[in-house]
Antibody
Framework: EVQLVESGGGLVQPGRSLKLSCAASGFTFSNYYMAWVRQAPKKGLEWVATISTSGSRTYYPDSVKGRFTISRDNAKSSLYLQMNSLKSEDTATYYC???????????????????WGQGTLVTVSS | DTVLTQSPALAVSPGERVTISCRAS??????MHWYQQKPGQQPKLLIYLASHLESGVPARFSGSGSGTDFTLTIDPVEADDTATYYC?????????FGGGTKLELK
């Protein structure tokens, strides 16, 4: 059974840093792209970051580019999100997710989030 | 960014057929995916690539569409389907989600 368990959330002051972790189990972690998705309180979902299987390629939306860094340790089956220069608008539940992909009609597709963790809440406030 | 527009809320009776729409501000080909989120829970993948049913998801759920207009259909609706449904595209960068449609049962 695929399991993704996030940790590291909490209350942090604006401008400070926080690092989230995600422990993966139930699948060969090193074979999958992984991602972070967040959800502000009572709001919708926002993709935050994606990382390739080896960690050599990372992708971010402009809203977090330059402040957030996604990384992974395949030996530990763990995913991380380093968040710097935090702002109040970064307040959200952060979900770890496994990216879905596959060949369909001979074409490779990807980009959906097949499995999600339960999330960890980050509150940015003074 | 590609904006995905969903109706905010729908109310249906158990046993009925419901369609939830998602309109994209530009073409996303068939790279549209659907999720169900119940209160206090993480999202759950229902449909990927517009029409592919995720393993373990009841066949009452189906998806269709391409380009800019997509629908998620639940037929028949059951009481347990009370949730918020989100669409998400992965054709254009950055990947974006719709605002969600809250489905309530009468």
């Amino acid at each position: 059974e695929v399991q993704l368990v996030e940790s590291g959330g909490g209350l942090v002051q604006p401008g400070r840093s926080l690092k989230l972790s995600c422990a993966a189990s139930g699948f060969t972690f090193s074979n999958y792209y992984m991602a972070w998705v967040r959800q502000a309180p009572k709001k919708g979902l926002e993709w935050v970051a994606t990382i390739s299987t080896s960690g050599s390629r990372t992708y971010y939306p402009d809203s977090v580019k330059g402040r957030f860094t996604i990384s992974r340790d395949n030996a530990k089956s763990s995913l991380y999100l380093q968040m710097n220069s935090l702002k109040s608008e970064d307040t959200a539940t952060y979900y770890c997710a496994r990216r879905g992909s596959g060949y369909y009609d001979g074409t490779y597709y990807s980009g959906w989030f097949a499995y999600w963790g339960q999330g960890t809440l980050v509150t940015v406030s003074s | 960014d590609t904006v995905l527009t969903q109706s905010p809320a729908l109310a249906v009776s158990p046993g009925e057929r419901v369609t939830i729409s998602c309109r994209a501000s530009e073409s996303v080909s068939t790279l549209m995916h659907w999720y169900q989120q119940k209160p206090g829970q993480q999202p759950k993948l229902l449909i990927y690539l517009a029409s592919h049913l995720e393993s373990g998801v009841p066949a009452r759920f189906s998806g269709s569409g391409s380009g800019t207009d997509f629908t998620l259909t639940i037929d028949p609706v059951e009481a347990d389907d009370t949730a918020t449904y989100y669409c998400q595209q992965s054709w254009n960068d950055p990947w974006t989600f719709g605002g969600g449609t809250k489905l309530e049962l009468k």
